[in-house]
């Protein structure tokens, strides 16, 4: 394909999923909703957890009443609101043990300086902070504040003492928060909550374990202006990133030029050309116990590149193309004792055969293959449809899913033939 250098104004948001791609499907979450000004982004965020199949026990503070009433709250999340110790209407029962007990995950977002400062000293003066001592299982805060009160050095002993506790307090966002000012404190982004939240529902399978993946498309420069590039959009090569992450692995992305937002991963490396592609992968490949090729590097490159835009002068323009390095054959080639390498194909046509074939031509462990040409499984879409195909010529074929799922499975596959029996 050739196309013109643009930037692109679409951006995939890892939200609008389908909805039968639910993770949290009968996991029980409760939300404790802190007065902090991102509030409103919590509440968003609280809904895009009901997506994910989860349901949402709201508890909010007097100060979030303040911002948000907890009649809209109620509305938003379709749950009844909680926010007394003590109520005439819930007198026969205890609610904060009651509570406690009742959902698998306990949240707190916004988790402003105070809430934070009496979480950490154990304090329990309202149903919330009660409820969170009564609570036995994995506890995540999101910090949100002003930069200065964040970096103040009683909110970081706050934050140092709830991780020695065993909670989980995710990193704030930099940028311009809503008093003006600039710098870390901004509500995590919603892939980091997600992934947060499925990290602490997730056994932690891969743990230990260095992983790279390479995602996306390359781009091979005809002039300053145009370039050879394909189709591929990352989708799958970020879902096999983020879905490692999230069982514990340490994961590197090297991945070509794409628009959609990163997952929460150790290292991104950013290429464009397919040698770039190709030194970033072969440099790092020493150190990985496993190796993930989903990106769709260019066969071929322009001979040359032209210094100057090409000017539509003639009727017929003719460009010589080379073929670029083949990075998969070159890993196997590499290959350090124990290491995986996973490598995938888009074909279009007798799909078993030709991934079959691949694997064989390329000696990887396993070879993931998909029809470009079947709906719903091409480039730039959601979902995929393929084949996972081993060493041994064993074939698993997967139906049509979300990326993500799709990623989840592939994980298992490699986890059940290559992780867990060198384990056991």
Request: net charge neutral; charged share 25%.
């Amino acid at each position: 394909m050739i196309a013109e250098k643009q930037t692109s104004s679409a951006t995939y948001s890892q939200e609008n999923m389908p909805d039968y791609y639910r993770p949290l499907e009968s996991r029980t979450v409760l939300t404790g909703f802190t007065g902090g000004i991102a509030l409103c982004r919590a509440v968003d965020y609280s809904r895009k957890i009901i997506s994910l199949g989860a349901g949402i026990i709201p508890v909010m503070t007097r100060h979030a009443a303040k911002l948000v009433s907890p009649v809209t709250m109620a509305a938003l999340t379709g749950k009844k609101v909680h926010m007394e110790l003590f109520s005439l209407e819930d007198a026969a029962s205890i609610p904060h043990i009651e509570l406690a007990r009742s959902a698998d995950l306990f949240l707190v977002m916004p988790a402003t300086a105070n809430f934070m400062a009496k979480a950490a000293s154990g304090l329990a003066d309202d149903l919330l902070s009660t409820v969170l001592l009564a609570f036995e299982g994995p506890v995540l805060f999101y910090p949100s504040m002003n930069p200065s009160m964040y970096s103040n050095p009683v909110t970081e002993s706050s934050m140092r003492r709830l991780r020695e506790l065993g909670y989980t307090v995710v990193d704030p966002d930099q940028g311009k928060t809503a008093c003006g000012e600039k710098g870390r404190g901004r509500l995590p982004s919603w892939p980091a909550v997600r992934q947060s939240i499925l990290k602490a529902v997730t056994p932690q399978t891969l743990k230990g374990m260095k992983i790279l993946v390479s995602a996306g498309p390359t781009r091979e420069p005809l002039d300053p202006v145009r370039y050879i590039s394909n189709r591929s959009s990352g989708r799958m090569g970020y879902a096999m990133a983020e879905s490692a992450a999230t069982r514990g692995a340490d994961v590197t992305l090297v991945t070509g030029p794409v628009s959609i937002q990163a997952p929460g991963v150790r290292d991104i490396c950013r290429v464009e050309t397919a040698a770039q592609m190709a030194d970033a992968v072969l440099g790092r490949s020493a150190e990985m116990d496993v190796i993930v090729m989903t990106a769709a590097v260019a066969d071929y490159a322009p001979c040359q590149a032209c210094d100057t835009k090409i000017k539509k002068v003639e009727d017929k323009l003719t460009v010589h193309l080379k073929k670029t390095q083949d990075i998969l054959a070159e890993l196997v080639n590499r290959r350090t004792r124990n290491q995986v390498i996973i490598g995938f194909c888009a074909e279009t046509g007798d799909l078993e055969a030709r991934t079959a074939e691949k694997i064989r031509n390329k000696g990887a462990d396993l070879m993931v293959g998909n029809d470009v040409t079947m709906p719903g499984a091409g480039f730039d879409v959601q979902t995929n449809r393929v084949i996972v195909v081993s060493a041994d010529g064993s074939v698993e074929t997967l139906p049509m899913m979300d990326k993500r799922e799709v990623a989840e499975r592939i994980w298992y596959i490699v986890e059940k033939q290559f992780i867990r029996s060198s384990v056991d």
